[in-house]
């Protein structure tokens, strides 16, 4: 059955430093979605990207966030200058595009720990 | 704007036990509501959905139904098993008009773990 997948599982990095989160989503959806969720609050909306370009995003994800689809598969999240506010975990989705209703399907995400 | 509250957890339960989680929100409009439940180790996955008021969507044993007179969606189920441990995310995606790209509302999640 295809799945989304997200690595790495974890990633540790220090203030300051860039990181690139990655997913690959299911081959034939069409949006592309990363949420986020710090331990013990809720999952958060970040954005939605559509066509190439990005179709809507939330208040969180600020200048400091970008995503792309390089290659027609991947589809990454970075984030250039982390904060310790950023440890969270990120969760990437993607669905087909021929309903509104369409199940969104998750990877399993990647832990951000920022020091 | 939209949001989902849901009752604190985590939830500890015998197995063969009724579950309840519940699910209030708010929204403008008329959303559509869904649960999903991650395992461990696994991502989010869709359990039920419901699209209109007093649906009911059911799978695998649990079920939830959609109340706008009292904003809620409580998910049960009338006898958990030990492999129905996981983390319940109770969703809401907006359908007040305009162009939606199908952006999801969550609750915080509540963990359930249910002891043989």
């Known amino acids: 059955e295809p799945e989304v997948t997200q690595t790495p599982s974890h990633q540790v990095t220090q203030m300051g430093q860039e990181v690139i989160l990655r997913c690959v989503p299911i081959?034939?959806?069409?949006?592309f979605y990363w949420y986020r969720q710090i331990l013990g609050q809720k999952v958060e909306f970040l954005v939605s990207f559509y066509n190439n370009e990005i179709s809507e995003k939330s208040e969180i994800f600020d200048d400091q966030f970008s995503v792309e689809r390089p290659d027609g598969s991947n589809f990454t999240l970075k984030i250039r200058s982390t904060k310790l506010e950023d440890s969270a975990m990120y969760f990437c989705a993607s669905r087909t595009g021929t309903s509104d209703y369409n199940e969104q399907f998750f990877g399993p995400g990647t832990r951000l720990t920022v020091l | 704007g939209n949001s989902v509250t849901q009752m604190e957890g985590p939830v500890t339960l015998s197995e063969e036990a009724f579950l309840t989680i519940n699910c209030t929100y708010t929204?403008?409009?008329?959303?559509?509501l869904f649960w999903y439940v991650q395992y461990p180790g696994e991502g989010l996955q869709l359990l039920l959905k419901?699209?209109?008021?007093?649906d009911k969507g059911s799978n695998k044993g649990f079920e939830a139904t959609y109340r706008k007179e009292t904003t809620s969606f409580h998910l049960e189920k009338g006898s958990v098993q030990v492999s129905d441990s996981a983390v319940y995310f109770c969703?809401?995606?907006?359908?007040?008009?305009?162009?939606?790209?199908?952006?999801?509302?969550f609750g915080q999640g509540t963990i359930l773990t249910v002891h043989p």
């Open positions: 969703a809401l995606k907006g359908n007040a008009g305009g162009t939606s790209y199908g952006k999801l509302t």
């Open positions: 419901a699209t209109k008021a007093d």
């Open positions: 929204a403008t409009g008329y959303p559509s």
């Open positions: 081959s034939n959806h069409l949006y």
